[in-house]
């Protein structure tokens, strides 16, 4: 029904944010791995929606990409994940670090979100895994590296490279999981121009 809103962001709270879209403020609930991405109060934003529908409430839930509204509105496929739920486990890992996590079958790493036990997180991989792909992860991966600190709607995707996904494979080899593992690489400033071993000595930083 309403595919984003853009507009003037007005606040941001723990979940929520207000957006003034046609001279009306938009009260939109948002996971964590949004806000850390929002612009000062002011800049203009766009935020793909998702409006529920219920007897009582209609609430309206926000993501900076399509992408982030397709994983959110995929999780709501999961039995016994509503929208509470998914916004839970979007808060606890950001949509690139959760496709990972289906990826590798990762359950513990989405068990982290509150309300979302191990045998949820599990059904969340059983019944995602078939929608989810690598190709779809590793773009993801480096836009959270290159593009944090942009405005919603603003990143652009790009692929890990080659030395980087073999830190990342000898951090796993190390017992890390992968989205720890993803999660130090990304952190490594210049990544990109360094060689594996030199990514593998500077990510471990992150992990003490």
Same mark, same amino acid.
């Given at each position: 029904? #309403? ?13 929520? #944010?207000?957006?003034?879209? =046609? ?30 529908? $219920?007897? @009582? ?10 992408? !982030?509204?397709?994983?959110?509105? $995929? ?19 950001? &949509?690139? !670090? ?7 079958? @990762? ?6 979100? &509150? ?11 059983? !019944? ?7 190709? @779809? ?6 836009? !959270? ?12 995707? *790009?692929?890990?490279? =080659? ?5 990342? @494979? ?21 990544? *990109? ?8 000595? *500077? ?6």
């Amino acid at each position: 029904m #309403i595919s984003y809103i853009k507009g003037p962001l007005i606040e941001a709270g723990d979940e929520v #944010i207000v957006v003034e879209a =046609g001279s009306i403020g938009y009260n939109i609930h948002v996971p964590l791995s949004l806000l850390e991405t929002l612009p000062p109060a002011g800049t203009e934003v766009r935020i793909y929606t998702y409006l529920r529908v $219920q007897e @009582d409430a209609m609430t309206l839930y926000g993501f900076g990409s399509r992408q !982030d509204l397709k994983i959110f509105k $995929q999780l709501l496929g999961v039995s016994s994940v509503g929208p509470k739920g998914a916004l839970a486990i979007l808060s606890a890992l950001s &949509p690139a !670090d959760l496709r990972l996590a289906i990826v590798t079958g @990762d359950a513990k790493a989405i068990a982290k979100a &509150p309300g979302i036990g191990l045998k949820t997180a599990q059904r969340v991989i059983l !019944d995602l895994k078939e929608k989810v792909s690598m190709e @779809d992860v590793l773009p993801s991966l480096a836009e !959270d590296a290159s593009g944090a600190a942009a405005p919603a709607g603003t990143r652009q995707a *790009a692929g890990m490279n =080659g030395t980087m996904k073999e830190a990342v @494979d000898a951090l796993v080899a190390l017992g890390y999981s992968p989205v720890e593992a993803a999660k130090a690489v990304r952190k490594v400033e210049g990544a *990109a121009e360094m060689a594996s071993e030199q990514i593998l000595k *500077a990510s471990l930083r992150y992990m003490l």
